[in-house]
Antibody, heavy 119, light 104 residues
Framework: EVQLVESGGNLVQPGGSLRLSCSAS????????MHWVRQAPGQGLVWVSR????????MYAHSVRGRFTISRDNAKNTLYLQMNSLRVEDTATYYC????????????WGQGTTVIVSS | DMQMTQSPSTLSASIGDRVTITCRAS??????LAWYQQKPGKAPNLLIY???VLQSGAPSRFSGSGSGTEFTLTISSLQPDDFATYYC???????FGQGTKLEI
């Protein structure tokens, strides 16, 4: 069974840092592009970041560029999101998501991990 | 920047109704468009990709159409399990629509 399990969400003060992890299983992780998508409470889905298979190509939403870093460890089947200089508006559930093998759309989502930025 | 606009934002319907949700892109995305269903407290679930291809396991009452800048998601006969929020996403620059909440 294809599975993505996020972890690392927590309560953090504005200006703080947090690293999210996404553990993948049930598929060949090293062959899949991956995304992070977030959803603020009661709001819609917002794309955050994308990484290719060997981490040579990354992409970020304007709102997080320069503060967030996406990375992966293919040996550990794990995707990461390093979040620095956190702001109140970064409060959200963060989902990792897999890109389909044969196209560029997301076909599998994790269950999400919650980040709360508050003093 | 790419903008995806869904309409309506909220849709009230009844069991058995045929409903259509529209998604408009600010510039052409060809057929690089997916539709997702999300229920409260759950992760999104893929319904349609490549604008009109039904994801394996998705009910056949869901269908998608369109290309370029205008797309539609149609549910042919609403079932109780369909009351949820629906999002379109273009997968060139990954922008989502703001969502359409389908309610009774």
């Amino acid at each position: 069974e294809v599975q993505l399990v996020e972890s690392g969400g927590n309560l953090v003060q504005p200006g703080g840092s947090l690293r999210l992890s996404c553990s993948a299983s049930g598929f060949t992780f090293r062959n899949s592009w991956m995304h992070w998508v977030r959803q603020a409470p009661g709001q819609g889905l917002v794309w955050v970041s994308r990484i290719n298979t060997d981490a040579t190509n990354t992409m970020y939403a304007h709102s997080v560029r320069g503060r967030f870093t996406i990375s992966r460890d293919n040996a550990k089947n794990t995707l990461y999101l390093q979040m620095n200089s956190l702001r109140v508006e970064d409060t959200a559930t963060y989902y990792c998501a897999r890109v389909a093998d044969y196209d560029f759309f997301v076909d599998v989502w994790g269950q999400g991990t919650t980040v709360i930025v508050s003093s | 920047d790419m903008q995806m606009t869904q309409s309506p934002s909220t849709l009230s319907a009844s069991i058995g109704d045929r409903v259509t949700i529209t998604c408009r892109a600010s510039q052409s995305v060809r057929d690089w468009l997916a539709w997702y269903q999300q229920k409260p407290g759950k992760a999104p679930n893929l319904l349609i990709y490549k604008a009109s291809v039904l994801q394996s396991g998705a009910p056949s009452r869901f269908s998608g159409s369109g290309s370029g800048t205008e797309f539609t998601l149609t549910i042919s006969s609403l079932q109780p399990d369909d009351f949820a929020t629906y999002y379109c996403q273009e997968y060139n620059s990954y922008s989502f629509g703001q969502g359409t909440k389908l309610e009774i």
